[in-house]
């Protein structure tokens, strides 16, 4: 038996905790224990087991929370390689791979035993619990613990030290005497946010098509009206349907109840979003026949999946070739071989869509991890991915490290959207983690996208991934043409600023009189962006950070779009006093209501973070333009991304290169991206689409080679670029950010980090900074930044290890140095 643990806790320094093993306890690697931690109990995982006595008086676990690791061999080292790879101390990575943490967190209550109930008893007759080692003051307070549970049902843990004073030492003495229990509650679930869904558990049984629907349900003869009637909606639905949605049916209560007793449907609870619910019927996800590019992609991830090695693949498919429809094959093939398999989207790919095409083709096999989930659901999925019951993993980042078995294949789609980038601690990359991941499992890595990042293609390239393309559009559907405005040449033609182009609202009234159906993306929200005064110039900037304060009309109220502080519209200059204030600039908010004054009859919708607040009103509006319930859909770039409606004949680019004027490498690549998927959505159906794009770059690369749909032309002349400036995918990069909420600590600790830097050797290195970081002040914070390049990611490391080593020795606070390797975000 070991003596001793390294215990990985989640708090913000590189480096794990050594602990005394009590007798008779047994810890495991990769398995949580209870420990002390300054005036804290925390949870955190075992690294490993030795027997190496420490220099330092060390104390001792307190519990041993679990009996087989919750990480297992391949996922410890997956966080190790994190932590050192992003240079985060390698608790923090443990507690974002594990959804647990709900578990613990306070979660911990206390209750009185029958033994505890006779201790206080005895102690009440002769002044003091019986049979006790310890101090008078410790005896009081251990009746004061006795007495304060013997009054209630069971206590949180954080309420009974409050209330008691009670130690951590004393509190385990009292547990091991048996006279209180603990108890973890974890286990309750917030029911309220699950909903009963009717699952139709005979689709593989007796069939029988019914032909008009062509929907398969059981043979029918055997059921009444009613019956018959909840079957055929159930499945043309695709066999699972809230319960509640099938109370609008008219059919009598009971007769869900009577096919679930006789077994041909089943209730299952689920969280509530992504249910099928609302959506419409969909085709099932295979009712089509491959193309040969699709047969083509399918048969070789399947192959390396077969092959059992480590293989990675670039899926580069334009908008609409039916990349969806291959993630789902390979996924079917991987579950049909009894292995495990995980999809990543990105935040705003996983629409109800998606998940409705997962349950169709899985069932009960898929695990939706979304970000709508509470923290308790969020835990019970993990449960379940782990107990084997879900093979099918899909879900956004942290998705990356369900705890499946035999991992075959992770398939990355949109695999350049940034957010898969987490921007906190510890700052991991997705894609990246999801490569290493596989090489690990000795599994297959299948990164899609019709925009990779010019990372990935250039691996491609380079051969580290074999590419696959889809080039066409299914069933031979031509990609829309694209018509370039030019803005200042219409500001010059009509003698105003315009919003929208005179091009564009042609275009729109036409389509309008066709009936067919528009996108209008203009990348801001909000009404007005600047409320600039004109007596002296000046803007309404946010007081934490150094932006501008948008306008949000309907809200009546003025936001920053950065750390979210709120104020009054203002009717005065703050600075000078004046009433010229002047509203600059226009948002989506606004951009509707002008689309609104233009197209009086128009059925408008938008789409943006205000006007969606949860995944049911993104749901409503997607379902209201599929089903034509809408005539035009405005928004930012939540309308660009991934959606497949297919009335959308026009899309009108109001806004999306304001990107290119910033201070921001990755500006032109954003850009490119942007505007391709905004363009891909135009056209999905049976008649050719159009897009309309308004720009005042337009002789940008971004903006010529997006209008064309010639990614390669881009990619070439974005790759020069990158390598005269020494920028990825030719180097490696890390921005290092010096944080604080006064200004003169902010300058002094990133100028004696530059002069440490200046001093220090480091070849082939580039050390750009201090500078002010380009928003030089965000959530109360001033901000300055260095940025790191380097063709040798080691010795970058090795150097940024070095620096934290000296800012901790400045005694500059972990939290206020933040190491950002491959930042996606400069600003
Ligand atoms: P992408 O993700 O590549 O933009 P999707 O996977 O969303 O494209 O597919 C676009 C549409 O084409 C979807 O409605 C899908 O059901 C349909 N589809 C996919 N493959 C085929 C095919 N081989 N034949 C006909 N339709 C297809
Ligand atoms: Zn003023
Ligand atoms: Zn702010």
Redesign the pocket.
């Known amino acids: 038996m070991a003596l001793f643990c390294d215990v990985a806790l989640a708090v913000p320094l590189d480096m794990v905790f050594t602990y005394a093993i009590p007798p008779g306890m047994e810890p495991a690697v990769g398995g949580r224990v209870l420990v002390p931690f300054r005036q804290q109990r925390l949870s955190g995982i075992v690294v490993e087991l030795h027997d190496r006595p420490p220099q330092i008086k060390i104390k001792k676990v307190i519990e041993a929370l679990d009996v087989a690791p919750v990480l297992d061999e391949q996922l410890l080292k997956l966080g190790k390689w994190i932590a050192d790879y992003y240079l985060a101390p390698v608790g923090e990575v443990f507690r974002t791979m594990l959804p647990l943490s709900v578990e613990f967190k306070r979660s911990i209550t206390y209750h009185i035993t029958d033994e505890g109930r006779m201790a206080l008893h005895l102690a009440g007759m002769s002044g003091s619990p019986a049979r006790s080692k310890r101090t008078p003051e410790q005896q009081l307070i251990e009746f004061r613990v006795l007495d304060y549970l013997a009054e209630r049902e069971s206590v949180r843990e954080r309420n009974l030290r409050t209330a008691t004073q009670v130690s951590n030492a004393l509190l385990s003495g009292m547990v091991r005497k048996k006279w209180i229990a603990r108890e973890d509650v974890s286990a309750a679930r917030d029911a309220a946010r699950l909903a009963k869904v009717a699952v139709l558990r005979s689709m593989d049984m007796k069939v029988a098509s019914i032909s008009e629907s062509n929907a398969r349900v059981p043979s029918t003869s055997k059921f009444n009206n009613n019956q018959r009637t909840l079957l055929e909606t159930l499945a043309a639905a695709g066999g699972r349907v809230p319960v509640e949605a099938l109370r609008g049916l008219d059919v009598p209560r009971t007769t869900l109840g009577t096919l679930v007793r006789r077994g041909v449907i089943e209730l299952v609870d689920e969280p509530q979003d992504f249910t099928a619910s609302k959506l419409k019927p969909r ?1 099932s ?1 295979f009712e ?4 040969a590019a ?1 047969e083509n992609a399918l048969a070789k991830i399947g192959d390396a999946v077969t092959s059992r090695k480590f293989a990675g693949l670039l899926l580069h ?9 291959v993630y789902l094959a390979c996924m079917r093939q991987v579950l049909e071989q009894g292995r495990s398999s995980i999809l990543l989207v990105p935040e705003i790919g996983l629409t109800p869509a998606v998940a409705a095409d997962l349950h169709q083709v899985f069932g009960d096999e898929v695990a939706i991890l979304h970000s709508g989930l509470s923290d308790g659901e969020r835990a019970e999925q993990w449960h379940r991915i782990r107990r084997g019951e879900a093979r099918v993993v899909a879900g956004t980042r942290s998705a990356v490290f369900a705890p499946v078995s035999d991992l075959a294949l992770i398939i990355v789609d949109e695999e350049q959207d940034s957010s898969y980038k987490q921007e906190e601690t510890p700052r991991y990359h997705a894609r990246d983690v999801a490569v290493m991941r596989a090489k690990m499992a000795g599994a297959v890595v299948a990164l899609g996208s ?1 925009t990779p990042s010019l990372e990935s293609y250039y691996n491609a390239k380079k051969n580290k991934y074999a590419l696959v393309e ?1 080039p066409d559009r ?2 031979k559907r031509p990609l829309p043409e694209v018509e370039i405005v030019d803005m200042r040449q219409e500001f010059q033609e009509t003698g105003q600023e315009q919003v929208i182009s005179r091009k564009l609202a042609e275009e729109i009234r036409e389509r309008l009189e066709k009936r067919e159906q528009v996108m209008v993306l203009l990348n801001r929200r909000g009404y007005s962006p600047v409320v600039l005064c004109r007596a002296c110039g000046k803007t309404l900037q946010c007081k934490n950070c150094a932006v501008s304060m948008t306008h949000h009309k309907r809200e009546r109220k003025m936001e920053c779009h950065y750390c979210g502080h709120i104020e009054r519209i203002p009717e005065k200059c703050a600075h000078c006093g004046s009433e010229y204030v002047y509203f600059v600039g226009t948002g989506s908010e606004k951009l509707e209501e002008l689309l609104h004054g233009m197209f009086p009859q128009a059925r408008i919708g938008r789409l943006d973070r205000d006007t969606v607040r949860g995944r049911e009103d993104f749901e409503h509006a997607l379902n209201a333009l599929n089903e034509g319930a809408l005539d035009m859909l405005v928004g930012t770039q939540m309308i660009a991304k ?1 959606h ?1 409606i297919h009335g959308v004949t026009l899309v009108g680019v109001v806004g999306a290169d304001m990107a290119l004027g910033l201070p921001d490498f990755r500006a032109a690549e954003r850009t490119f991206q942007l505007l391709t998927q905004v363009a ?1 959505r135009a056209g ?1 159906g049976q008649y050719p689409g159009k897009v309309i794009l308004q720009t005042y770059f337009q002789d940008h690369y971004a903006v010529q080679f997006a209008a064309r749909h010639d990614f390669a032309g881009f990619y070439d002349k974005e790759l020069q670029f990158r390598a005269w400036m020494h920028y990825p995918p030719y180097s490696a990069i890390a921005n290092v950010l010096i944080r604080s909420e006064k200004l003169d600590e902010a300058l002094t600790w990133s100028g004696e980090l530059g002069r440490w830097f200046e001093k220090t050797r480091h070849e082939g290195i580039r050390v750009l900074g201090p500078a002010a970081a380009p928003i030089m002040r965000l959530k109360r914070d001033y901000r300055y930044h260095f940025i790191l390049k380097s063709p040798s990611r080691e010795k970058m490391n090795a150097l940024l290890r070095a620096m934290l080593a000296e800012a901790s020795a400045r005694k500059i606070p972990r939290t206020q140095v933040i190491v950002d390797v491959d930042a996606v975000w400069l600003m």
């Open positions: 085709q996800p089509f026949e491959f193309s699709q498919g334009i908008t609409g070739s039916g990349k969806t429809a019709a889809l299914v069933e991934g497949d891909g999905r």
